[in-house]
């Protein structure tokens, strides 16, 4: 079993609709949760950032944690069809060093 | 404000030869430095992270290997490149001791191995 578990789709909705991605993972150590995005042909780009469980918002962005759960979840509202990329999450447990990474979610917003 | 800056961009080498892939960061010190490797397709795979000068973690045992020379300058390389060591390389950081999680990627360099 992954230590993190994400659908690599590729999900596809109509411009302005509400998105959800999400991830699960294993780890009950994972403690701080990331969320990126990566256009083709680029580098990761750091989209959101949580500790522990809680909401986060930022803009169009919201960031979800459910640790009871072990579930994470990024809401992408009004979306645009710029918010097309692979979306990947991550996390990192307390005292580590490394970041364990989900596979990436290819998201498709059609005009 | 920090910068992360890799080069080449882009890599055409021959099966066999040596490859030298090097990254930069600036506005911080003592960062932690990463490299990983992304397949077509598949996610990240860490191969080697670095915690101080000269210090070097490795994760996946493979014709590569990482130095790290100075602070801010993760450097990594091969001496014989295999046709499986294709993919798109991304060098990374992240803010030394534990106040600061988050993690920056630099724009990557696309290896082909030919």
């Known amino acids: 079993q992954k230590e993190v578990e994400q659908d690599p789709g590729p999900l596809s909705v109509p411009e302005g609709a509400i998105v959800s991605l999400n991830c699960t993972y294993s780890?009950?150590?994972?403690?701080?949760f990331m969320w990126y995005r990566q256009y083709s042909r680029k580098g990761p780009e750091l989209l959101m950032y949580?500790?522990?469980?809680g909401n986060k918002e930022d803009g169009r962005f919201t960031a979800q944690v459910d640790k009871s759960s072990k579930y994470i979840s990024l809401f992408i509202r009004d979306s645009q069809p710029s918010d097309s990329a692979t979306y990947l999450c991550?996390?990192?447990?307390?005292?580590?060093?490394?970041?364990?990474f989900g596979t990436g979610t290819r998201l498709k917003v059609l005009a | 404000s920090q910068t992360i800056h890799q080069w080449p961009a882009t890599l055409v080498q021959p099966v066999g030869s040596p490859l030298s892939l090097e990254c930069t960061v600036e506005?911080?010190?003592?960062?932690?430095l990463y490299w990983y490797r992304q397949a077509a397709g598949r996610g990240l795979q860490l191969l080697f992270y670095?915690?101080?000068?000269?210090?070097i973690s490795s994760e996946v045992p493979q014709n590569l290997s990482a130095s790290r020379p100075q602070d801010r300058q993760f450097i990594l390389s091969s001496k014989k490149l295999l046709l499986s060591d294709s993919g798109f390389y991304l060098c990374a950081w992240s803010a030394p001791g534990g106040l600061l999680y988050e993690q920056y990627f630099g724009p990557g360099t696309r290896l082909t191995v030919t």
């Open positions: 991550a996390m990192k447990a307390s005292g580590t060093y490394k970041y364990i």
């Open positions: 949580t500790y522990s469980s």
């Open positions: 780890n009950s150590a994972f403690q701080y």
């Open positions: 506005g911080t010190s003592n960062p932690n």
């Open positions: 670095s915690v101080g000068i000269g210090q």
